[in-house]
């Protein structure tokens, strides 16, 4: 007999570690931009698993590979080569504009962190065994491990937790004077997100990163760009850090990759990927035949001019219908943030975050607030500009309450 959404419900918070705020719906299937809860009911998916569902709901080519791969071979140790996974590898690299490129492959953003953060480490150590400083940013975010919770500029995430791993200092993002005031020849790398995302969505000032770069080239510190969130075409470039014209040492990436299943990696630049040496580094799971067939598609398909285009053309039109909303509600939306389809829209009013995420769940679209203001928007990037005129009618019709 099919379970009640209360006992489905009921059953998770008898089981299930509660970490999570869950809303009170249960989600069943997904078609493209839409998903659809276990009662029926249709909602307009803008938050895409957090910048996961890159290609949407049940995309075919996606399904396709999946199941061809699930049907040959799930799991292979790394002790041995497969072939997803050395065309992912290849793809990536390639993508990436790094020299000599290398990737490694793990099963999480926080992993594809501790890794880049790891490496960093072996690198400054060979020249220098003092040299060990990473800097990162206040309201940034790079995972829930000890060393990237440690790495993540909010405080009340490492609450409860200590003592944490030392050797991390954090400075304002965009704020290039108090960055040249903490680095010195000791300093490892700087460690950044390209767009901040769930600190709020702050991308980066004009000439921010150059300068950075600059820095960083100075001291002979790594610069690290955590795009998990931001990458995979998700700004309207693959790599964001191309739509600013800075080129990391490490490049950081997750969520989106595989298109839903699994999977992270880090790239690093061939001098730099020569600090590691077998058995530096490994994983079990990571880079396994399955989540790599899913990456192929990814990034067979995103990189493509089109593709982009189509996620800048939509997001400049989103951006757009947002400001337009801002101005109807000067005294409600404070200011409109983001490129591309990572777009943020800060309240002026604090604590009404989730009950307008809530609101608009009852009118049938799926949207997200971060660091208790922020409403999010970080859909699949098929979108279309009819589904954003989808959630901006939602917004107009819940928006007036809180007003």
Known sequence: MRETDQEIMAKDKAGYLPVFNRYEIVLDHG??????????????????????NVLGHNHPALVKAVSEQAGKMLHCSNLYYTQPQADAADKLARLSGLEEAKVFFGNSGA?????????????????????????????????????????????????????????????????????????????????????QGEGGVYPPNPGYLQKVRELCDKHGAL???DEIQAGIGRSGKFFAYDKYGVKPDIVTLAKGLAGGVPIGAFVARGEVAKAMKPGDHGTTFGGNPLACAAANVVLDTVPKAEFLGQIEKVGG????QLVKLQEKFPSLIKEVRGEGLILGAELSKDNIGRDIVN??????????????????FIPPLIITEEHVDEVIGALEKVLPKYN
């Open 31 to 52: 078609e493209g931009a839409y998903v659809w809860d276990h009662n029926g009911k249709k909602y307009l998916d803008f938050l895409g698993g957090i910048a996961v």
């Open 111 to 195: 992993e594809a962190n501790e890794g880049a953060i790891k490496l960093a480490r072996k690198f400054a150590h060979a020249k220098d065994p003092e040299k060990s400083q990473i800097i990162t940013a206040w309201m940034s975010f790079h995972g829930r491990t000890l060393a990237t919770l440690t790495a993540t500029g909010q405080p009340h995430y490492q609450e409860g937790v200590g003592p944490l791993p030392e050797g991390f200092d954090y400075v304002h993002y965009n704020d290039i004077a108090e960055l040249e005031s903490m680095m010195s020849d000791k300093t490892c790398a700087v460690m950044l997100e390209t767009i």
């Open 223 to 225: 610069l690290i760009f």
């Open 317 to 320: 039109y989103f951006k757009q």
């Open 359 to 376: 609101d608009c769940l009852a009118e049938g679209v799926i949207i997200n607030c971060t660091v208790g203001k922020v409403l999010r």
